[in-house]
């Protein structure tokens, strides 16, 4: 199974940026769909922002216009560049492959816990 790395992430103040980098430690290209993750302290794994492995784009409503995914399958790596941040957008961040059953829908739910997923990395928008 193909285990996902996350890096990127930091302090940054409100209305800067920052760019995530998920690295694939094998082939992404036959994945349908894959998906940057977040989860804030006390709330639910939600959808950030997912790309098919044609390059169709998915954004959440809160961060549309102001994140964008980016996939290259020869690197096997998945980029979320993330700008105007704002302190909501506080939380763990995760990439993963969205399950296959939806991709194939074009549909990008978060892939269950008992998935495995990577150990994130901790972005953190605060003055």
């Known amino acids: 199974q193909v285990q996902l790395v996350e890096s990127g992430g930091g302090l940054v103040q409100p209305g800067g940026s920052l760019r995530l980098s998920c690295v694939a430690s094998?082939?992404?290209?036959?994945?349908?769909?894959m998906g940057w993750f977040r989860q804030a302290r006390g709330k639910e794994r939600e959808l950030v922002a997912c790309?098919?492995?044609?390059?169709?784009?998915n954004y959440a409503a809160l961060v549309k216009g102001r994140f964008s995914i980016s996939r290259d399958n020869a690197k096997n790596r998945i980029d979320l560049q993330m700008s105007h941040l704002e302190p909501e957008d506080t939380a763990v961040y995760y990439c993963?492959?969205?399950?296959?059953?939806?991709?194939?829908?074009?549909?990008?739910?978060?892939?269950?816990?008992?998935?495995?997923w990577g150990q994130g990395t901790q972005v953190t928008v605060s003055s």
């Open positions: 993963n492959k969205v399950p296959t059953g939806a991709a194939v829908l074009g549909l990008c739910p978060v892939p269950s816990p008992d998935d495995q």
């Open positions: 094998g082939d992404i290209s036959q994945i349908i769909a």
């Open positions: 790309i098919s492995r044609e390059g169709r784009t």
